[in-house]
């Protein structure tokens, strides 16, 4: 596959980073403690027998998740150390690992793939309009692809940042430093977002707001939210090619 130039920060913070998403996969895709996999899941569909593509794959969670469904998982990322942990977790079945920047054109995945999904990544991408292309041309007619990420306009209001919404580009902490693992994320606007799709040749099909469970619980409650709350936290995109 070509080169890049570009690196991933998550590379230095590996272990750390694997050591966090271990604990998170221990209880299984329904118990996600971001409750994003459920929509995420639900929205890619019965996906036996098909070939995915996990975009940006860290060291492997969703990847494993879509091949204990069935799937013929072919996993990308950045990160050489993250790819390298993921090739030596076992699987329910053989999960092509590649280092790739999926930002830039990649022409052994072009019409590969039946859906591409991908999970947190879509904030950590610096050049998003170029992945968006290279993930709409991997994909198939009649293809779908599936993205869960940070809601654009929930980070700002709960840090009190509102007037820098449309600094779009800057980069923030990502919340991650309490596990060891000091990156940060680019933010964009969503309608930055959708046009990157859109303008790569896909349809939006659905938009799923999806709110942190426990404050989901505290809604749900009536109880009085913590401030910066009143937006919910993740979103899944859903888009189809034509």
Not at 39 to 68: H, K, N, Q, S, T
Not at 84 to 108: C, F, G, T, W
Not at 173 to 179: E, F, H, Q, R
Request: charged share 20%.
């Amino acid at each position: 596959m070509p080169a890049t130039s570009r690196t991933s920060a998550y590379d230095r913070y590996a272990a750390e980073y694997a050591a966090y998403v271990d604990v998170r996969e221990q209880s299984g895709p329904h118990a996600d403690p971001f409750g994003i996999l459920p929509p995420l899941l639900d929205l890619l569909g019965d996906v036996a027998g098909r070939d995915v593509l996990d975009a940006g794959c860290g060291e492997g969670y969703l990847a494993r998740i879509l091949a204990v469904r069935g799937a013929r998982v072919t996993a990308v990322d950045l990160a050489p150390r993250l790819v390298e942990l993921a090739h030596a977790k076992a699987s329910a079945s053989a999960i092509e690992y590649r280092v790739a920047d999926l930002s830039e054109p990649q022409p052994e995945l072009v019409g590969r793939f039946d859906a591409v999904a991908s999970y947190f990544v879509l904030n950590d991408v610096e050049d998003y309009r170029g992945f968006a292309r290279t993930l709409a041309w991997s994909l198939k007619p009649g293809g779908r692809c599936v993205l869960g990420f940070n809601n654009p306009y929930d980070y700002i209001v709960r840090k009190g940042l509102g007037s820098v919404y449309f600094a779009t580009g800057a980069a923030h902490p990502c919340g991650l430093s309490n596990v060891g693992v000091p990156v940060a994320f680019y933010h964009h606007t969503l309608a930055e977002y959708l046009d990157a799709f859109l303008e790569a040749g896909l349809h939006l099909t659905k938009i799923v707001d999806v709110d942190h469970p426990r404050i989901a619980a505290l809604r749900a409650s009536g109880d009085t939210l913590p401030p910066g709350e009143q937006l919910l936290r993740f979103m899944v995109l859903a888009f189809a090619k034509p």
